[in-house]
């Protein structure tokens, strides 16, 4: 690993569906790259693996991590993966154990685990000398998780968070009051100016959406 930081932060939308519940959606993924010129860590690798890998290039993808198991945000982990893997490194898909009932309904062939490598709440992983901090945040899904990056002043929400308020919660393996929970006690703990960019549509930062706390909770009740 880097010494220091020279971790830098690529974007990429890839286009697809979400299903759930017998209900399937036309869906934009954001695709987040965090890394340098030699190493990367890929959040979340939906539809497009040809996409994805093109943007990771030649680099060394260290892991692919999964924000929650939503096939619109897991469909493609094992494939990118195992394209990145050699005989000295095998890239690991990291998932929280709490959302392997979710993986299971996109990989029923790829039991999470032995397909996955357990995310643990308060986790560090480093890449280009950066360290990525591991929020487990429940309620869109039971194991969803949030990644922060001090140095770059940024998280990665997924389905948590996003710009104008919490990711839904009126399907299977969801819950209103746990969002509520995770992101009032663990994401609006963190400092106001950090940017918060998100599995769908557009940022936002922690300061812009703290004030509308009180607004989500009666509108969700």
Known sequence: MNARSTARVEHLLTSGTFSLDGQTFDVDNNVWIVGDDSEVVVLDAP????AIAAAIGDRRLLAVLCTHAHDDHVRRAPEL???FSTEQHRVPVLLHPADRQVWELTHPDQDARTATVDLVHG???TVAGTELHVLHTPGHTPGAVCVYAPA??????GDTLFAGGPGATGRSFSSFDTIIDSIRDVLLELPPETRVLTGHGQDTTIGDEAPHLDEWITRGH
């Open 47 to 50: 539809h497009d693996v040809d």
């Open 81 to 83: 993966a195992e394209r």
């Open 123 to 125: 986790q560090v992983l």
């Open 152 to 157: 770059l002043g940024t998280v990665f929400t």
